[in-house]
């Protein structure tokens, strides 16, 4: 075991934050500021998720040596100092925020111009435009976050959803699905830009720019072939997630298009919600089995928080039509899967553990790519 790996301290954070994010809801009967609430998650959480994820990752994509300790921890302060600070010293919140992703971000970019990985820039990329977005004006930095999370997630998505679908299929002696053509991925990935952008910065497109992303991306997610893996919880949160990736990018496309669409902020909810908070629940947790050697299953307290998480996306936007009792159900939600996530991987997080003996087969090296 290696406790000195990103992941423990980051995921262990991310839930805490999390569930923080929403305490004042439960405290006040009523919703946090949009800007508590925001940063939170956008700026709270999601770069804990990111930072344990991908330096994790980093040294098998660039087959480097994993981060020191030291260099760890440094970040984890830097990531705690800007959280305090939202909570305490606001006008330093954002500036803290923004330096603790962009230096994350040039220690992602430092290794890959080593290792000459330059498929890996567009991650780094994609973390400067969210470490600018709390330097932005108030009206334009939440939009830029969002998407430049999005686009995070469709990246990671599109790596590790298809290579565990196709180690569960085969593990279950059927043939994994083959990979869409590259052209296809980069117009996919091209769509989505071009619709987040325009989304971004308020251009009108008449739903053109959001359905040909939504279109994309369904097909994308089709070509993983979700039903086939839908009895695994943790896979078929994986495809929920990203479900909500091309579900609100059709709410925008159906409501440009001048159709009448319940809930103004609708897919907001679903790509916050969804995308990211039930993505962050099912990465974290295939990543943490995968770098402890756990077989290829859930426990109940593991598949409970992916349940109660998935529950939380429909309930809240059932909130966008009548608050009241659905809103005070999502946040319970929220809180319980992320609650039940500690309850599960707290233990491993905190300290190494030796990975349980089972007969099952772990998941293959490699799949959290």
């Given at each position: 075991m290696r406790p000195s790996q990103p992941f423990r301290?980051?995921?262990?954070?991310?839930?805490?934050?999390?569930?923080?994010?929403?305490?004042?809801?439960?405290?006040?009967?009523?919703?946090?500021?949009?800007?508590?609430?925001?940063?939170?998650?956008?700026?709270?959480?999601?770069?804990?998720?990111?930072?344990?994820?991908?330096?994790?990752?980093?040294?098998?994509?660039?087959?480097?040596?994993?981060?020191?300790?030291?260099?760890?921890?440094?970040?984890?302060?830097?990531?705690?100092?800007?959280?305090?600070?939202?909570?305490?010293?606001p006008a330093f919140a954002q500036p803290l925020?923004?330096?603790?992703?962009?230096?994350?971000?040039?220690?992602?970019?430092h290794r890959i111009a080593a290792t000459r990985k330059s498929r890996e820039y567009k991650v780094v990329a994609l973390l400067i435009i969210v470490g600018i977005a709390p330097l932005l004006p108030a009206a334009l930095s939440p939009r830029v976050a969002l998407a430049g999370t999005l686009g995070l997630v469709a990246i990671i998505a599109g790596r590790i959803v298809p290579a565990l679908s196709g180690a569960y299929l085969a593990l279950h002696g059927h043939e994994p699905a083959p990979r869409l053509p590259a052209p296809v991925e980069y117009a996919?990935?091209?769509?989505?830009?071009?619709?987040?952008?325009?989304?971004?910065?308020?251009?009108?497109?008449?739903?053109?720019?959001?359905?040909?992303?939504?279109?994309?991306?369904?097909?994308?997610?089709?070509?993983?072939?979700?039903?086939?893996?839908?009895?695994?919880?943790?896979?078929?949160?994986?495809?929920?997630?990203?479900?909500?990736?091309?579900?609100?990018?059709?709410?925008?496309?159906?409501?440009?298009?001048?159709?009448d669409v319940p809930g103004g902020e609708?897919?907001?909810?679903?790509?916050?919600?969804?995308?990211?908070?039930?993505?962050?629940l099912a990465v974290m947790a295939s990543m943490i089995r995968r770098q402890t050697g756990r077989p290829f299953t859930n426990t109940a307290s593991a598949t409970a928080a992916l349940a109660f998480g998935a529950t939380a996306v429909p309930l809240r936007l059932l909130a966008q039509a009548d608050?009241?009792?659905?809103?005070?159900?999502?946040?319970?939600?929220?809180?319980?899967?992320?609650?039940?996530?500690l309850a599960a991987f707290g233990p491993v997080l905190l300290r190494p553990v030796a990975a349980p003996r089972s007969a099952q087969p772990a998941i293959p090296s490699g799949a959290e790519r």
């Open positions: 301290p980051f995921f262990a954070l991310a839930a805490l934050d999390a569930i923080i994010g929403v305490l004042p809801w439960l405290a006040s009967g009523g919703p946090p500021t949009p800007e508590w609430h925001r940063d939170e998650l956008l700026f709270g959480m999601v770069p804990a998720v990111m930072a344990g994820f991908l330096l994790t990752a980093l040294p098998r994509w660039t087959r480097t040596a994993p981060i020191s300790r030291a260099g760890r921890n440094a970040l984890v302060a830097f990531w705690c100092a800007g959280r305090l600070a939202h909570a305490g010293l925020s923004a330096g603790f992703i962009l230096t994350f971000a040039a220690i992602l970019a996919s990935a091209l769509a989505l830009a071009g619709a987040l952008a325009a989304w971004c910065l308020a251009i009108e497109t008449h739903g053109l720019a959001g359905g040909l992303a939504a279109a994309f991306q369904s097909v994308r997610l089709l070509s993983w072939r979700g039903w086939q893996v839908a009895r695994h919880p943790g896979l078929l949160a994986l495809h929920s997630a990203y479900l909500c990736l091309p579900a609100g990018l059709t709410l925008q496309t159906l409501r440009e298009a001048g159709l609708a897919e907001i909810h679903l790509w916050s919600t969804g995308a990211i908070g039930l993505m962050c608050a009241g009792t659905w809103l005070a159900s999502a946040v319970f939600c929220w809180v319980a899967a992320f609650s039940l996530f």
